[in-house]
C-alpha cells in the first residue's frame, strides 16, 4: 500500500483545514487507517484512527471535539477534517495503515505516508 497525504498548510488559529491520504497499490477497505503527528523535536503522536467501514472512530484526548478522522473506501481515500485549529496543532501529519487492528502505537502500523505540514499560527 502506497499512501499519499495532503492538505496541509499555513492557517490561523481557530481555522480549519481538511487532510486526505490516497491509497494506492490495494483497496483500503481491509485496513484500519490512522493519523498521527510530529511536532518539532516531539516523538510521533496518535490523533486518530478508524476501522474497515468507518463506523467506529478513536481520537485522542487533545483532539476530541475538534478533529474528526473518516473515510470513503470508494474513494480509496481516509480525510481528518481539523477545525478550531490550535497553535499547539503545529506539526507534520502523517497516515498510516494497517490490517491486524486499531492501535495507538505508531511501532503497530505497517504502512505509512510521507506527511504533511500543518502550521496553525497564533
Known amino acids: 500500500v502506497q499512501l499519499q497525504a495532503s492538505g496541509g498548510g499555513l492557517v490561523q488559529a481557530g481555522g480549519s483545514l481538511r487532510l486526505s491520504c490516497a491509497a494506492s497499490g490495494r483497496t483500503l477497505n481491509r485496513y484500519y487507517m490512522a493519523w498521527f503527528r510530529q511536532a518539532p523535536g516531539k516523538e510521533r503522536d496518535f490523533v486518530a484512527a478508524?476501522?474497515?467501514?468507518?463506523?467506529?472512530?478513536y481520537h485522542a484526548d487533545s483532539v476530541k471535539g475538534r478533529f474528526t478522522i473518516s473515510r470513503d473506501n470508494a474513494k480509496n481515500t481516509v480525510y481528518l477534517q481539523m477545525n478550531s485549529l490550535k497553535p499547539e496543532d503545529t506539526a507534520v501529519y502523517y497516515c498510516?495503515?494497517?490490517?491486524?487492528?486499531?492501535?495507538?502505537?505508531?511501532?503497530?502500523?505497517?504502512?505509512w505516508g510521507q506527511g504533511t505540514q500543518v502550521t496553525v499560527s497564533s
Open positions: 498510516a495503515a494497517d490490517s491486524r487492528g486499531p492501535s495507538y502505537n505508531r511501532g503497530d502500523y505497517e504502512y
Open positions: 478508524i476501522n474497515w467501514s468507518g463506523g467506529i472512530t
